[in-house]
């Protein structure tokens, strides 16, 4: 069984930055090999894919609405996936989760893929 725990959520001004931190477990880490990334979910919105790593090889897909802005990174030592939001905006407030599975997917940021989720963490841009 495989936990995420979501850390960092906040408020902050449009332009502002956030970083999110996701702890996992459960499972060793550094030899799971698989699709790990952030999602998120605004009021009455479909949950949709922020950015994900795939992490046999390290390649990441970002959305073309984070592209340039937000970065997914994972540190195997601290068993921490993250994801650095710079130039926040208002749009970009949602509920934030982490997810992972186990293999390799054509679609990655297609959040029904996911089978272990963390509680999420909010993030609130004001402008």
């Known amino acids: 069984q495989v936990q995420l725990v979501e850390s960092g959520g906040g408020s902050v001004q449009a332009g502002g930055s956030l970083r999110l931190s996701c702890a996992a477990s459960g499972y060793t880490y550094r030899n799971w090999v698989g699709w790990m990334g952030w999602f998120r979910q605004a009021p009455g919105k479909e949950r949709e894919g922020v950015a994900v790593?795939?992490?046999?090889?390290?390649?990441?897909n970002h959305a073309d609405s984070v592209k340039g802005r937000f970065t997914i990174s994972r540190d195997n030592a601290k068993n921490t996936l993250y994801l650095q939001m710079n130039s926040l905006k208002p749009e970009d407030t949602a509920m934030y989760y982490c997810?992972?599975?186990?293999?390799?997917?054509?679609?990655?940021?297609?959040?029904?893929?996911?089978?272990?989720w963390g509680q999420g963490t909010q993030v609130t841009v004001s402008s």
């Open positions: 997810a992972a599975r186990p293999g390799n997917i054509r679609r990655p940021l297609l959040s029904d893929e996911y089978n272990y």
């Open positions: 790593i795939y992490t046999f090889t390290g390649i990441t």
